[in-house]
C-alpha cells in the first residue's frame, strides 16, 4: 500500500499537466453529458435506454404500491438513483471478477486499489451527476437551475411551432445527441471517476477484452432489456397501458441510444486521444506510464 501511494506521488510530480488535463475533461464531460439529456428530453422523440428503464419501473411501482393520485415524479428520483446503484453493483461484479484473474496472474497486491478507488467514485458519482443534470433541468422538466427552465422553456418553444416542429425536434435530437455523446467521449478519456453508467463499459471491456462500441452496445442492451419485459407488466391505470408506454418511451431514440451511441462514442474518444494535448500515451513520462481504460 505504501509502495503504492509513493509511486502515485511521484507520477503525480512528473506528469501534474496530464493530471490537470483528465480532471478537466472529466468536468467537462460530465457536464456535456448533462446538457446533451436537457436538451434531449423536450424533443419528445422518446427515451433513451436508462429513461426508458427508469420511467417503466416508475409505472410498475406506481401501479403496485402508489394510489391513483399520487404523481409519478415523486418515485422519480429515488427510482432512478436505484437504477445507478443497480448499475454501479453489476459494475462492480464485472470490475471483480476481471481484478481476481489479474491477481492470479501476477499475485500483485496493489491491483486491488484501483478497483476499489473505482467502486467509491461509482458511489460518489451516482449522488453527485443528478446535480448535474440539475444545473439544466431536473428530469421531469418541471424546473431548472442554472439555465433557469432550459426543458420547459424549450417544450413551450417546440409546441408552438405547431406542425412544423417534427422537423425540428428531429434536428434538436441529432444535436442532443451529438453533445451526449461527446460529453460521454470526454468523460471516458479522462479515465477518472467513471460512474456507474461508464464504469459498467469500461469493467466489461476488462473482463471481456471487447472493444468500447461493442462493450457499449452488449451494456446498454443489458439495461433496456429488462424494462422491455417489464413494460408489459405495466397495470392499466390512468390512461397508461403496457402497449402505449411501450410505444410513447420506446422509439428511435431509444434505438440511437442502445445500437448508435457506442460506436460514435468511440470514433470521438480515438479522434480526441489524437490530439497532441490529449494523447496522454505521448505525454506521461515512459517510466510512469498510467494503464488506460479504453481499448483502441
Partial sequence: MKDWINERLRYAKVNYEVLIIKGVLLFLGMTIMALGIALYIPTGLGKSQVDFAVFTFVYVAKGKFMSDGDAVATIYSTTLMLFYVTAMI??????LIATIREYKKNKLKAIWIPFATIVVTDLIITFVFPYFVNFFANPLG????????????????????????????????????????????????????????????T???????????ISRIICDLIIVAPAVVAVWFVPTTDGITPANSFFTNF????????????????????????????????????????AETIKK
Wanted: hydrophobic share 55%; charged share 10%; proline share 3%.
Fill in 90 to 95: 453489476v459494475s462492480a461484479i464485472f470490475g
Fill in 203 to 213: 469493467q466489461f471491456m476488462a473482463l471481456t477484452k471487447l472493444n468500447y462500441s
Fill in 251 to 290: 422509439s428511435i431514440a431509444t434505438i440511437a441510444f442502445v445500437f448508435v451511441a457506442g460506436p460514435i462514442i468511440n470514433i470521438m474518444i480515438n479522434g480526441i486521444g489524437k490530439l497532441k494535448f490529449l494523447n496522454f500515451d505521448k505525454m506521461i513520462k515512459p517510466h510512469m506510464q498510467e
Fill in 142 to 201: 418541471t424546473k431548472g437551475l442554472g439555465v433557469v427552465g432550459l426543458v420547459p422553456k424549450m417544450a413551450v418553444w417546440l409546441d408552438s411551432l405547431g406542425a412544423s416542429s417534427q422537423g425540428v425536434r428531429s434536428w434538436m435530437f441529432v444535436l442532443a445527441f451529438i453533445v451526449f455523446c461527446f460529453g460521454i467521449a470526454l468523460w471516458v478519456k479522462s479515465t477518472w471517476a467513471p460512474g456507474s453508467y461508464n464504469s459498467i463499459c
